[in-house]
């Protein structure tokens, strides 16, 4: 049976393909590590294509796999022949360099590692001829045996035939597995900025993640196969082997297709920014309520990114040869998401109604509502903290709060309102976060005075307040009154970059006084104390007034009644035209 050729073999003639295919006839023999004659017919192929090719031979001298790459490398394939991951493969691997250099690279060291071989060795070749060979092997705790490149004629075959067996030994029983709870090894890749692939760090590493690499490749726009172009996703997939990456973080969404055509190229998992997004607030969710909108979320990402004809998921489709019982896996996946996210959302608006409840509550005891809001990590839950005495969980990281908290507290003036720390945003919030978080952002669309939340120490405190001015926008929080915050002054610049704004540090207390001086000025244009004056004449007014707001004392005198109550600038002035301003104590 004819074996096939593997790899690049564009603008190769078939006749030389045909030849290529004879290098499966080729038999090792057990006590050679690397025949001489099949290192020289390697270098003549090398030389005739100007790409490089690999062999991969069992231990019995048997060659299983030969494939094509370019001049520059070619592609390492993962190819055991044991099923335990623990053991070496039983396959070494001999690929050519055609630039005549013998010397293992990287990428070769680390393919070593991830793919267990035997061994991984490599011919230079130059002008049709081997000239040096370089081979490497595991050692313990994963660690790389090499000797210095011997002439192609003096390989000491059987010292390295030796070690290939000294290290299935120690590799075997000696080394462990990754131990549950290590940090993965990630790459990010980005086109938009340096800025935005410092912030996917920063989600990495509140992820959970070890970023290791990270690359940037301006394009203006997506390709739609693989988002970045076949040559960059081959260079990427160097890359990724070289620091033995686990995952491939990218700073964009993808659609499932391109998850699935770049994670076959990178043969690492694929992972887009809103999918770690998604990730993180998984992590954080500590309420019913947040893990629910966070399955939520989740879920309806999935639905849209679930793809037929697969390796995994089947397609319903007509024709000759799809006809038959049931229904595809991809639809059986698809129908149980639809049906879990309905369940999700019935159980959400369950909460949602008791939300509601305690907003009419507070809305019949008047009691004001200031938010808090701002880009994620900027200081929101300290200054919370800060000013109200509570002890929300605070961390230097993205998202370390997800749930919405309140807290009662008072003015100087003694005007009572409640302080609500809001979950925080980020560029390219994703739409199934705002879409499953609809409730409890609320709290901001709905507040009675937004304080806007700044990261002082950050260099781009200015775009990330456009990103919060834009969500907010998105939630329909346009219309109140705002105190900008500038948080964290004592580690950034002393004039304020935001006209008006408040300069505050969370962590020291510093501009508090001044930030609640604004706070109550704020609400004492709307939720100002009154006090009305009833004579006894007017006595049955006492009945239509209470409801209106909260009563703070009710003092009956000899001459009437005095009722000082916090109540809305509407229905104050409402009472006022309708009984004359004399209800009014002067």
């Known amino acids: 049976m004819k074996q096939e050729v593997h790899g690049n073999l564009t603008g190769l003639r078939d006749s030389l393909i045909a030849s290529l295919s004879q290098l499966y006839l080729y038999e090792v023999d057990g006590d050679v590590f690397l025949p001489r004659e099949l290192m020289q017919l390697l270098a003549r192929f090398t030389q005739i294509m100007n790409r490089e090719i690999a062999l991969y031979i069992t231990r019995d001298g048997e060659v299983v796999d030969v494939s094509v790459g370019t001049d520059k490398d070619v592609e390492l394939r993962d190819y055991r022949l044991r099923r335990n991951a ?8 001999v690929h050519t360099h055609p630039n005549g250099d013998g010397r293992l690279s990287d990428v070769d060291l680390s393919a070593l590692r991830a793919f267990r071989y035997d061994a991984m060795a490599a011919i230079g070749c130059k002008d049709g001829e081997p000239t040096f060979v370089q081979a490497a092997f595991l050692g313990e705790n994963a660690g790389i045996l090499m000797d210095e490149p011997a002439r192609w004629y003096r390989t000491p075959d059987e010292a390295w035939l030796e070690q290939i067996y000294l290290s299935d030994k120690i590799v075997g029983w ?82 499932g297709i391109q998850v699935r055509n770049l994670e076959d190229i990178l043969h690492v998992k694929v992972v887009d920014r809103t999918t770690l997004i998604l990730d993180i607030f998984a992590q954080r969710a500590s309420s019913a309520e947040g893990k629910l909108q966070v399955e939520l979320a989740q879920l309806q990402y999935q ?12 397609r319903l489709a007509g024709g000759i040869g799809t006809r038959g019982p049931g229904e595809s896996k991809l639809e059986m996946n698809r129908r149980r998401i639809r049906e879990r996210m309905t369940e999700l959302r019935r159980r959400l608006e369950g909460m949602e109604k008791q939300r509601e409840l305690r907003r009419k509550s507070r809305e019949r005891n008047e009691i004001p509502v200031v938010a808090l ?46 302080l609500v720390d ?62 900008e915050v500038i948080n964290k002054c004592d580690l950034g610049a002393a004039v304020p970059a935001l006209p008006g704004a408040v300069m505050v540090s969370a962590r020291t207390g510093e501009g508090l006084d001044e930030l609640s001086a604004r706070i109550a000025a704020e609400l004492q244009k709307t939720y100002a104390p009154v006090t009305f004056f009833l004579p006894f004449s007017q006595y049955g007014l006492l009945g239509q007034i209470r409801p209106l707001g909260r009563v703070i004392s009710e003092n009956h005198t000899d001459t009437g009644t005095e009722l000082t109550m916090i109540i809305g600038q509407a229905d104050r002035d409402r009472l006022v035209s309708k009984y004359g301003p004399d209800i009014l104590k002067k």
């Open 86 to 93: 623990q053991r070496l493969s039983c396959v070494r691997c």
């Open 373 to 418: 809001v701002g880009y994620t990590n900027a200081g929101k839950s300290t200054l919370l903290n800060r000013m109200t005495g509570a002890d929300v969980y605070v961390q230097d990281q993205l998202f370390a709060t997800l749930d919405a908290v309140s807290r009662r507290i008072e003015t100087a003036e003694h005007t009572p309102f409640l």
């Open 422 to 483: 809001t979950v925080g945003f980020i560029r390219k919030l994703p739409h199934a976060l705002v879409s499953a978080f609809r409730s409890t952002l609320d709290e901001a669309a709905l507040a009675d005075v937004l304080i806007i939340v700044s990261d002082g120490a950050s260099e781009e405190m200015l775009k990330q307040h456009e990103t919060v001015e834009q969500v907010l926008a998105e939630l329909g929080a346009t219309e109140q009154p705002r105190i």
């Open 174 to 255: 000696g080394e462990q597995e990754k131990q549950h709870g290590l940090k993965e090894r990630a790459v990010l890749m980005g086109i938009e900025s340096e800025e935005s692939l410092a912030e996917l760090a920063r989600l990495a590493d509140t992820a959970g993640a070890e970023v290791v690499g990270s690359f940037l490749q301006k394009r203006d726009k997506p390709d739609t196969a693989l988002f970045i172009g076949r040559g960059r996703a081959d260079e990427l997939c160097r890359q990724v082997q070289a620091l033995e990456a686990d995952v491939c973080i990218f700073d964009e969404e993808l659609t």
């Open 303 to 314: 639905s849209t990114r679930l793809i037929g004809q697969g390796l995994v998921l089947s």
